[in-house]
T-cell receptor
């Protein structure tokens, strides 16, 4: 696609429910990143996929968070047993090159509200 | 891990004036990239400008320029002739040799008509 697409744009859920957030990166982009942005805060790294390499999961805040990516395409971020502190905008970004002037292209984010 | 610090949570500028946003970072790497991203209320992050650490010349993109001081690990963004559309949250970012991106906490820029 022309840009990074994220769905849903907004999600309201009840505490304890599971949610899935989807990211469609730009076609051909080998790297994919997930970030969390709480209200008025900066970007908190969650997870990074690079091609077929093992993902860098060092930013996942707890075992309730997991993410998958099929090859170099769609990624799904899953949050199990959601808590109110999980309320945030979840941003996905993708990039093309491993080195050189590699820049991130972001999606518009998925806003999650946990009641 | 690398850290990126933006010490100005909020800044304001009069329309048509110039404003400088500060950013410092901490790293032991010699080869890296630095970026400024803009996040308007629509929350879509947009690349403003980038700088390769091995280049001494400061990057410029139209009204946006940087002052890159490698020894001081400083990377400030200057916006000239500020426009109402420049109002946004600005994030400084560092890309490591391992292709990991680290972001600052952001500076909220208000443009006063």
């Amino acid at each position: 696609g022309a840009g990074v697409s994220q769905s849903p744009s907004n999600k309201v859920t009840e505490k304890g429910k599971d949610v899935e957030l989807r990211c469609d990166p730009i076609s051909g982009h080998t790297a994919l990143y997930w970030y969390r942005q709480r209200l008025g805060q900066g970007l908190e790294f969650l997870i990074y996929f690079q091609g077929n390499s093992a993902p860098d999961k060092s930013g996942l805040p707890s075992d309730r968070f997991s993410a998958e990516r099929t090859g170099e395409s769609v990624s799904t971020l899953t949050i199990q047993r959601t808590q109110q502190e999980d309320s945030a905008v979840y941003l996905c970004a993708s990039s093309f090159r491993l080195s050189g002037a590699n820049v991130l292209t972001f999606g518009a984010g998925s806003r999650l509200t946990v009641l | 891990a690398q850290t990126v610090t933006q010490s100005q949570p909020e800044m304001s500028v009069q329309e048509a004036e110039t404003v400088t946003l500060s950013c410092t970072y901490d790293t032991s790497e010699s080869d890296y990239y630095l970026f400024w991203y803009k996040q308007p209320p629509s929350r879509q992050m947009i690349l403003v400008i980038r700088q390769e650490a091995y280049k001494q010349q400061n990057a410029t993109e139209n009204r946006f320029s940087v002052n890159f001081q490698k020894a001081a690990k400083s990377f400030s963004l200057k916006i000239s002739d500020s426009q109402l559309g420049d109002a946004a949250m600005y994030f400084c970012a560092y890309r490591s040799a391992g292709n990991q991106f680290y972001f600052g906490t952001g500076t909220s820029l208000t443009v006063i008509p």
